[in-house]
């Protein structure tokens, strides 16, 4: 009679062309660590999109508690809240702003302001392409 043979080996599926999947041999890699940190005023409108789903699911009552439970005052919390009022595209664009290897944030929170102040989105984009072709 034939003894049955067994093997054990870590493998793992990597991207091949064509996106087909290639079985490979061995543990995966680890990570490449990101480079750079994330501008404040992309971390600062993820928050400010946090807090409206707090406040929308009910977990919150209304600005006052979160700015007591976040330890700031409520004009800070408003500020933060504000950056919701910048056109969709544009939030698109500061929450996907490149890593900073160094240095200043390229948008800061204080230009992010004026835009706000601007109700017509399409001056707030006018506002935005001037503050990007600056930096």
Excluded: C
């Excluded at 971390?43 to 209304?62: K, M, N, P, Q």
């Amino acid at each position: 009679m034939i003894k049955p043979i067994s093997m054990q080996a870590k493998v793992r599926f990597q991207a091949g062309r064509k996106g087909k999947k290639v079985l490979k041999i061995g543990a995966a890699p680890p990570p490449a660590p990101q480079r750079g940190r994330v501008p404040r005023v992309t971390r600062l409108l993820a928050l400010a999109h946090r807090f409206e789903t707090l406040i929308r699911d009910g977990v919150v009552r209304d600005y006052a508690d979160l700015a007591r439970l976040g330890h700031v005052t409520r004009a800070r919390l408003s500020q933060i809240m504000d950056l919701l009022l910048l056109a969709p595209d544009i939030q698109e664009q500061v929450l996907f702003l490149p890593a900073v290897e160094a240095g200043k944030d390229t948008v800061s929170e204080r230009q992010l302001r004026a835009i706000v102040k601007v109700e017509d989105w399409a001056k707030q984009r006018r506002v935005w392409h001037n503050i990007r072709s600056e930096s």
